[in-house]
């Protein structure tokens, strides 16, 4: 039974869901047929003792239907009826969510029944409402234009020019209704458009947008200078179009700074992303001065939580956010970052993450030892982690002068490299590259400052080498 559609649906619900659920189904309202609160009680009870596997169809037949004979059929219909019910629980706890939608419905409901009575009141509180949300995204507009809409049928036309008062224009909005539906047909479409970028810097895909030069030329005319989705979508098309003109980026980042609070979450962690993006291409470029901007951004995803997925951050994304503050020099923000948002790692990424995220911050401390320390605790059951912490080893044999384990870790690494057949020919150059040059560096004499000279510039113009900044920095040592 643990594997029908609607225990595996109701195994995504949290505790408080399920409690939410209960109750839908005991409300004669929405359901009336006891035997489905049945079949949920023992969905539920399975799902809080995770006793998956452990759920017989005869057992459950049993006890909701006791002596009567045994249907599959019968069992599967009760099923599919409770997988019904969920759904529009689902489309409830959706509807109870959405202020907007709500407030629309309210309005055409008192409209299709002719309540004239509440016309005025309801028209003032929907607006009201809307205007108390904070959100003033694309869904802000759309509710606008849809609320708007609603008020002008709220009358017909003969009802309209009946009135033929001094307030007409209040009642005539036509030019407020074609308005919000630009701001929102603009707002969309550039949102979808920015999505499609991104996609197409991912994977090989031949969709275009039609008509977007002339939306941008929409943009540019009209006067959109305080609507966030439009300013804000329209800047990042930017940013993605022409990734070297840096003063897109900027001021997409002081439009974050003013907006970002006016966006829902999904929306605020896209608009982060696109701000991320935009930085690792620079530092990736060399720029490193866009370390910091990028580590500003991190710390900016953090406060407003839209780094976590399911409460959850990656091990990608932590190890990233502690390697930029690493990079900029903040090692105590770092310190205290693994500190504090360890628990927010899966358990299975936990130990490992932190364990090399520590060994990072003691190697940027010049505790080389206090480093091969940690990493005998990582689990190098991972590629990621695998040469994540290779790399670090391989630094720390050197700032330690231990050339001779240095010699034979370099040739074992190689090794590692060169068969490991999870790790793409695309990623293999950049390491090998790494060991190449690692290893010339220590045959180089001091004296040899022809020698060294040359080597760095073989270095710099060597576009893929994994840690290229610190090969060069001991190049520059050596000098």
């Given amino acids: 039974m643990t594997d029908s559609k609607v225990y595996i649906a109701l195994s995504h619900l949290s505790i408080y869901e399920l409690n939410s659920f209960r109750k839908y189904l005991e409300s004669p309202y929405f359901n009336m047929n006891e035997k489905l609160l049945l079949l949920f009680e023992l969905y539920d009870h399975s799902i809080r003792k995770k006793n998956n596997g452990e759920l017989l169809k005869e057992d459950v037949w049993n006890v909701i239907f006791k002596t009567k004979k045994y249907s599959d059929p019968k069992l599967r219909k009760l099923n599919s009826d409770l997988l019904k019910v969920f759904e529009e629980f689902l489309a409830q706890k959706t509807f109870d969510n959405n202020r907007f939608l709500k407030n629309n419905l309210i309005l055409r409901a008192i409209r299709t029944r002719k309540i004239e009575k509440l016309y005025k009141s309801t028209s003032s509180s929907t607006d009201r409402n809307i205007e108390q949300s904070y959100n003033r995204s694309s869904d802000y507009i759309y509710a606008k234009f849809v609320n708007e809409k609603e008020k002008l049928e709220l009358y017909s036309e003969n009802e309209i020019l009946r009135k033929r008062s001094k307030n007409i224009e209040n009642e005539v909005n036509i030019d407020v209704i074609a308005n919000y539906l630009d701001q929102y047909y603009l707002a969309e479409k550039l949102k979808y458009y920015v999505k499609l970028l991104g996609w197409k810097k991912m994977i090989s895909l031949e969709q275009e947008i039609n008509h977007i030069e002339e939306l941008n030329a929409m943009v540019d005319k009209g006067d959109y200078n305080h609507i966030p989705p439009i ?231 060597t576009p893929n080498i994994v840690s290229k900044p610190w090969l060069l920095e001991k190049l520059d040592e050596k000098a």
């Fill in 231 to 461: 300013i804000i979508y329209s800047t990042i098309a930017k940013t993605q179009l022409d990734p070297n003109n840096v003063d897109n980026y900027f001021k997409l980042k002081e439009q974050v700074n003013e907006y970002i609070d006016f966006f829902p979450d999904e929306e605020i962690r896209n608009i982060y992303d696109a701000l991320l993006s935009f930085c690792v291409r620079r530092v990736n470029k060399g720029d490193l001065a866009f370390q910091k901007e990028t580590l500003t951004i991190y710390k900016g995803a953090l406060e407003k939580e839209t780094i976590f997925s399911d409460g959850y951050i990656t091990q990608v994304t932590f190890t990233n956010i502690v390697f930029f503050a690493l990079r900029t020099g903040e090692y105590d923000w770092a310190e205290h970052f693994v500190e504090e948002y360890k628990d927010r790692l899966n358990d299975k990424d936990r130990s490992s993450s932190v364990a090399l995220s520590l060994a990072r911050i003691e190697f940027y401390k010049k505790n080389y030892d206090k480093v091969i320390e940690l990493l005998q605790q990582v689990e190098m059951n991972s590629v990621v982690y695998n040469l994540s912490a290779k790399t670090i080893l391989l630094f720390s044999y050197y700032e330690l002068d231990e050339f001779d384990a240095l010699d034979s870790f370099i040739n074992s690494f190689r090794v590692y490299v060169n068969r490991e057949k999870s790790i793409s020919v695309r990623k293999k150059g950049p390491f090998k590259n790494l060991l190449k040059y690692i290893n010339k560096i220590i045959n180089l004499r001091s004296n040899d400052k022809e020698g060294i000279k040359n080597l760095r510039q073989e270095v710099e113009d």
